[in-house]
């Protein structure tokens, strides 16, 4: 059964970072494109970062641009996300998601993990 | 890269049919088959329901149609029934980032 399972959200204050982490469970983790998605309280989805398989394609949102970095650890089946200057408006349930076969949907996601910026 | 545009809100009786639209432009939409669809309960995380524009992931009520003509995509529910009453998200690749999802409907089951 495929498990990914997001932790180290919580509460931090403007200008803080944070570390989140998706451990995934259930298949080849090494064979999947990986992506964190968030979502605002009471909002929509935002796609926030993609990275490829090997981790030599990565792709950000222009909100995070710059302040965030995806990476992954194929030998621990894991995802990261390293936040960096947080801002209130990155307060949302952060979730990992994994990428569809061939490409370019979503076809499983974590539960998410909730991160409040605030002082 | 703006956010693909959805109705707030549909609703329905149990047993009718309802249509959710998802209008976007050239650069994703129209652009490639890609659209995506989403269900979300309350509190709960997204689940796919709809990829490639029609395509159904198995375990998925064949209740759930998908479909796009030029820069819109539609997503319709049949025989429409309590537990489909959710928050429902359109996803699609895009020429500038690979994802931008719709802004969000709101099924309301009346």
């Known amino acids: 059964e495929v498990q990914l399972v997001e932790s180290g959200g919580g509460l931090v204050q403007p200008g803080g970072s944070l570390r989140l982490s998706c451990a995934a469970s259930?298949?080849?983790?090494?064979?999947?494109?990986m992506n964190w998605v968030r979502q605002a309280p009471g909002k929509g989805l935002e796609w926030v970062s993609y990275t490829s398989t090997s981790g030599s394609t990565i792709y950000y949102a222009d909100s995070v641009k710059g302040r965030f970095t995806i990476s992954r650890d194929n030998a621990k089946n894991s995802l990261y996300l390293q936040m960096n200057s947080l801002r209130a408006e990155d307060t949302a349930v952060y979730y990992c998601?994994?990428?569809?076969?061939?490409?370019?949907?979503?076809?499983?996601w974590g539960r998410g993990t909730l991160v409040t910026v605030s002082s | 890269q703006s956010a693909l545009t959805q109705p707030a809100s549909v609703s329905g009786s149990p047993g009718q049919s309802i249509t959710i639209s998802c209008t976007g432009t050239?650069?994703?939409?129209?652009?490639?088959?890609?659209v995506s669809w989403y269900q979300q309960h309350p509190g709960k995380a997204p689940k796919l329901i709809i990829y490639?524009?029609?395509n159904r992931p198995s375990g998925v009520s064949n209740r759930f149609s998908g479909s796009k003509s030029g820069n819109t995509a539609s997503l319709t529910i049949s025989g429409l029934q309590a537990e489909d009453e959710a928050d429902y998200y359109c996803s699609s690749y895009t020429s500038s980032s690979p994802y931008v999802f719709g802004t969000g409907t709101k099924v309301t089951v009346l």
């Open positions: 490639e524009v029609s």
């Open positions: 998601a994994r990428d569809g076969k061939p490409y370019w949907y979503f076809d499983f």
């Open positions: 259930g298949f080849t983790f090494s064979a999947f494109e």
């Open positions: 050239s650069s994703d939409v129209a652009g490639y088959n890609y």
